[in-house]
Nanobody
Framework: QVHLVESGGGSVQAGGSLQLSCAAS???????????FGWFRQAPGKERDRVAT????????VYSDSVKGRFTLSRDNAKNTLSLQMNSLKPEDTAMYYC???????????????????WGQGTQVTVSS
């Protein structure tokens, strides 16, 4: 099992930027091609939705339509870290953001929260108008 710790959340005005980071420890999954990593978010009263996901090989980066063009997902296998650069933030981006990881046999990462095994504790992002 992978232990994930997020950091970098906070409050910002609309149009601003934040960078979220995720440190992974455990089975050194970043070197395995069978892992997926990513970020999900959950706003109050809503389900957990995919923000962006990536294979540990660096392939198949997928963004949700709502963040495409504004958010950038990157990973550093040597440091076992995953980052999410969020630009042009909107009030609707306000949510708890979770770093996630899971093993997979598929070539793409699942968009369903229930398919992800390992979750961080979450970091709050609040965007004011």
């Amino acid at each position: 099992q992978v232990h994930l710790v997020e950091s970098g959340g906070g409050s910002v005005q609309a149009g601003g930027s934040l960078q979220l980071s995720c440190a992974a420890s455990g089975a050194s999954p970043y070197t395995s091609s069978t892992y997926c990593f990513g970020w999900f978010r959950q706003a109050p009263g809503k389900e957990r939705d995919r923000v962006a996901t990536i294979k540990s090989s660096g392939e198949n980066v997928v963004y949700s339509d709502s963040v495409k063009g504004r958010f950038t997902l990157s990973r550093d296998n040597a440091k076992n870290t995953l980052s999410l650069q969020m630009n042009s933030l909107k009030p609707e981006d306000t949510a708890m953001y979770y770093c996630v990881a899971t093993q997979t046999i598929w070539s793409i990462c699942s968009p369903r929260a229930s398919d992800w095994r390992d979750w961080g504790q979450g970091t709050q992002v609040t965007v004011s108008s």
